[in-house]
């Protein structure tokens, strides 16, 4: 059984770009979730999904921000003309449901120049 | 909403010396989890103890529910146990998102 993965791992972008990240969770995990880390801190819930469905989105996910789980597998999480504050470590995690551990990815680190 | 309170922020070890880590939260929870998260940024699972006490080689986790904490005990501490331990805690009643404590960043030296 493979873990959480997450591409690309690293991510360089100027200011006012468009960009993509991709989650893959555990097979037959329902619930995929993003959180975001920036440094020293601990990381911050942004959206979840059950199955397909996006379920939760937290006040920290801007307009700018989309994310999809389109057949219920793996998710991206789009942001759209990056800001410099946007610099981060965007970290996916998935669980069979609640009340179960979540399992984090290794994570995609955002640098916006 | 829900605070998370980790103690102390930093600690220095000798290799071979015993911790214990601190985690308060200010309201019920249905969850919670101890992570160690290495130099490369990878989030680790210890442990999910909501309540009880759970052992895992080394290392060994402690939550009181009713009174709203949580410690992580390492045992014999090696270089290798370098990093940050956060807790984090899922809302009762509330669900889904793990609310992070702002960690204890551990270092071990030989």
């Known amino acids: 059984d493979t873990g959480v993965s997450q591409d690309p791992r690293h991510k360089i972008t100027k200011r006012g770009q468009n960009v993509t990240f991709r989650c893959d969770p555990i097979?037959?995990?329902?619930?995929l979730y993003w959180y975001r880390q920036t440094l020293g801190q601990g990381p911050e819930f942004l959206t979840y999904?059950?199955?397909?469905?996006?379920?939760?989105k937290s006040r920290l996910l801007s307009d700018r921000f989309s994310a999809e789980r389109p057949k219920g597998s793996f998710s991206t999480l789009e942001i759209q003309r990056t800001e410099q504050g946007d610099s981060a470590m965007y970290l996916c995690?998935?669980?069979?449901?609640?009340?179960?551990?979540?399992?984090f990815g290794p994570g995609t680190r955002l640098t916006v120049t | 909403g829900i605070q998370v309170e980790q103690s102390p922020p930093d600690l220095i070890l000798q290799e071979g010396a015993n911790s214990t880590l601190r985690c308060n939260f200010s309201?019920?929870?249905?969850?919670l989890q101890w992570f160690h998260q290495n130099p490369w940024g990878q989030l680790i699972n210890l442990f999910y103890?909501?309540?009880g006490t759970k052992q895992n080689g080394r290392l060994s986790a402690t939550t009181v529910a009713t009174e709203r904490y949580s410690l992580l005990y390492i045992s014999s501490s090696q270089t290798t146990d370098s990093g940050v331990y956060f807790c984090?805690?899922?809302?009762?009643?509330?669900?889904?998102?793990?609310?992070f404590g702002k960690g204890t960043t551990l270092s071990v030296s030989s």
């Open positions: 984090a805690v899922e809302r009762h009643q509330a669900g889904t998102a793990l609310i």
């Open positions: 995690a998935s669980s069979p449901s609640t009340l179960y551990e979540q399992y």
């Open positions: 103890i909501p309540s």
């Open positions: 999904f059950q199955n397909e469905a996006q379920l939760e």
């Open positions: 097979s037959e995990h329902n619930r």
């Open positions: 309201d019920s929870v249905n969850n």
